[in-house]
């Protein structure tokens, strides 16, 4: 699958890869602003997300497949790579199962452990909302409002919306991607371990990861660290984002 994808500025080859519900333009300012200025950055739209093509099959598996063609298309042999979330579960199969094609990894807030299904309410919110409906995104805010009752989830949601004539439609796939959702928050398994650099950076206001998870993510990458941002929750790129910046700019510099 040929993926939607941005790239900026020259040098180094640098993929970053969105979470769950979130698209290349999460990263617009970051990607431009900061990496970009020592590094050749990619940041893609995964299958069923923004603007890359839809398709019935949503595993790691076959995002990973994606994620080295994509690579493939772009000349990178081997790229660093920065994941979040979702994204961050993807570089961690991704490192495991093809090591070659990753240089260092940051993973942002997330761990290979299994995780409780924590979405159902947004996947059902969404489902049930039928944006073509609605005119005015400020009536969808509304009708979200009654489930979802955290402004800034509603608005990074509804980044998913796309015009439809004069009306709206959902530009993610919604059935696919709750369809593929239990492997989504399943365990990062494998026999290998990969021995690049890794860094795992987490909000210290987040329950993803949490520092006693280091032995865990060690028996998979023996060479990993941990960074903690404090007072940010799991959007810490969003929330911190000049912390974000330095923290992960110094680690990969490192390896140039």
């Given at each position: 699958?040929?993926?939607?994808?941005?790239?900026?500025?020259?040098?180094?080859?640098?993929?970053?890869?969105?979470?769950?519900?979130?698209?290349?333009?999460?990263?617009?300012?970051?990607?431009?602003?900061?990496?970009?200025?020592?590094?050749?950055?990619?940041?893609?739209?995964?299958?069923?997300?923004?603007?890359?093509?839809?398709?019935?099959?949503?595993?790691?598996?076959?995002m990973s497949q994606d994620v080295l063609m994509l690579m493939e298309e772009e000349g990178m042999e081997h790229a660093h790579i920065?994941?979040?979330?979702?994204?961050?579960?993807?570089?961690?199969?991704?490192?495991?199962?093809?090591?070659?094609?990753?240089?260092?990894?940051?993973?942002?807030?997330?761990?290979?452990?299994?995780?409780?299904?924590?979405?159902?309410?947004?996947?059902?919110?969404?489902?049930?909302?039928?944006?073509?409906?609605?005119?005015?995104?400020?009536?969808?805010?509304?009708?979200?409002?009654?489930?979802?009752?955290?402004?800034?989830?509603?608005?990074?949601?509804?980044?998913?919306?796309?015009?439809?004539?004069?009306?709206?439609?959902?530009?993610?796939?919604?059935?696919?991607?709750?369809?593929?959702?239990?492997?989504?928050?399943?365990?990062?398994?494998?026999?290998?371990?990969?021995?690049?650099?890794?860094?795992?950076?987490?909000g210290g206001n987040s329950d993803y990861l949490v520092e006693s998870d280091m032995t865990r993510i060690r028996a998979l990458f023996?060479?990993?660290?941990?960074?903690?941002i404090e007072g940010v929750g799991h959007w810490l790129h969003a929330e911190a984002p000049k912390e974000f910046a330095e923290l992960?700019?110094?680690?990969?510099?490192?390896?140039?």
């Open positions: 699958m040929q993926l939607f994808r941005q790239s900026y500025g020259e040098g180094p080859p640098l993929l970053i890869i969105h979470g769950l519900f979130g698209a290349s333009g999460n990263w617009v300012t970051l990607a431009r602003n900061v990496y970009a200025k020592h590094f050749r950055t990619v940041t893609l739209d995964l299958r069923n997300h923004g603007r890359s093509p839809h398709a019935p099959e949503f595993s790691y598996d076959v920065i994941g979040h979330s979702m994204g961050g579960k993807l570089a961690m199969h991704l490192a495991l199962e093809h090591p070659e094609a990753v240089d260092r990894l940051v993973v942002a807030d997330i761990g290979p452990q299994d995780y409780p299904a924590r979405h159902g309410t947004l996947f059902d919110a969404m489902e049930a909302l039928h944006p073509e409906h609605y005119s005015s995104r400020e009536e969808i805010d509304l009708v979200l409002s009654r489930d979802i009752p955290a402004s800034a989830v509603r608005q990074f949601l509804m980044k998913n919306l796309q015009r439809n004539g004069d009306a709206f439609a959902w530009g993610i796939n919604l059935p696919a991607i709750r369809q593929g959702y239990g492997e989504i928050i399943g365990p990062i398994e494998s026999w290998e371990t990969f021995d690049g650099e890794t860094l795992f950076v987490r023996p060479f990993a660290d941990m960074a903690t992960t700019l110094d680690f990969l510099l490192q390896g140039r």
